[in-house]
């Protein structure tokens, strides 16, 4: 997943590996964050965040620790992420679920939660479409640039979804009485800023594609 540096001005390239390397701060910092708070079930929905940013930026062209390896081998690093990355977020769920059920709470009665339930059934949902890509025989038939493109716009959708899930988190009550003033601004930006890093990505490598060819 990279797009032609060819004709591409140094200035713009120089500024997307800048904003790569901060998605990979910020996919660092907000988990370890969000973990020293301690709330049951945080640190789980952080490792989600953290994994499933690596896993997308695995195939970054300016910012990927594994851009020297074979596609072969950036696939089956996103694949091993993306399994952790959910395994977390169902961890992260049935803590939630069962701290609110000790307390004799309501399930997902906030947007928070609905959006965070949501993300992650679509992301089991996402990874069983990405055994297509794994195992062709059972997409019968149909191109694999189709698939790979099928498959890398709607992750981008799942990843939005989840990073929606925690800025709606950060809104929260418990959240907002941990964490207050400019941390509370700098635990929104790296959500925002790692969605407009994996969606740049995303449309550099098939919409600037897709153009090209045209």
Do not use: D, I
């Amino acid at each position: 997943m990279s797009l032609p540096a060819e004709g591409e001005p140094r200035l713009l390239r120089s500024l997307r590996a800048a904003a790569a390397a901060a998605a990979h701060a910020a996919s660092l910092g907000l988990p370890a964050g969000v973990a020293a708070l301690a709330r049951p079930g945080s640190s789980e929905c952080g490792g989600f965040s953290l994994l499933l940013t690596q896993a997308l930026l695995v195939f970054s062209p300016e910012a990927s620790p594994l851009r020297s390896l074979s596609r072969k081998a950036k696939v089956r690093a996103h694949w091993a992420l993306q399994v952790l990355a959910l395994l977390c977020a169902l961890l992260g769920l049935a803590l939630v679920a069962y701290h609110k059920e000790l307390q004799g709470k309501g399930h997902f009665h906030t947007w928070h939660g609905r959006a965070g339930l949501l993300a992650v059934l679509y992301a089991s949902g996402q990874s069983l479409g990405g055994l297509l890509l794994l195992y062709p025989k059972l997409a019968r038939g149909w191109p694999p640039g189709k698939l790979r493109l099928y498959h890398a716009t709607a992750g981008l959708v799942g990843y939005l979804l989840g990073c929606a899930s925690l800025v709606l988190g950060m809104c929260s009550l418990w959240f907002t009485a941990a964490v207050s003033g400019a941390a509370w601004y700098l635990a929104v930006l790296c959500p925002l800023l790692s969605s407009l890093v994996v969606m740049n990505q995303v449309s550099n490598a098939y919409l600037y594609r897709k153009r090209s060819q045209h």
